[in-house]
């Protein structure tokens, strides 16, 4: 079995486990609450006030089971843009100090200048190995860009 080429130095980062699952379990939130709410107003004669009460929870709560699913961190020439759960922000190369991928930390986190940290959803430890190159691969790219500003 062959491994894959690893991605370019510049490549988006995406979580493989962070993709996936949470698109699955959206969608089963919307298709067992859909089947209760209908079971619901045949059987347990709800109205339709509850029934698209609990459809609307439905929806909801799969809309932002599926927002995990679009977490990334794409880098350009600036900077890095970081989309987490609920905060999309972009930092500077020269802001960042250091990527930080400690044992236990679900995820890798950035340090930067200003003494803030901001989180990188995209680079999980659930991935694995995969992970664990992902931040790597973070790392070597921030110090190939910090410094250099915009070309």
Known sequence: MSE??????????R???????????AVAFVVVFGAVAVALAVVGHWGGGDVAALLAF?????????RYSTIRAVPGRDGLVVR???VTRTVGWDEVVRVRFADGDPWVTLDLV???EL???????????LGQEEARRLDRLVAERRGRGVR
């Open 84 to 86: 987490n759960l609920v």
């Open 114 to 116: 200003d003494d803030d």
């Open 15 to 25: 979580p493989r486990r962070g993709r996936v699952v949470p698109r699955v379990v």
């Open 119 to 129: 989180a990188v959803m995209a680079v999980q430890r659930v991935d694995g190995e």
């Open 58 to 66: 439905a929806l909801v709560v799969a809309a932002f089971v599926w």
């Open 4 to 13: 894959a080429a690893p991605p370019p130095l510049d490549a988006p980062f």
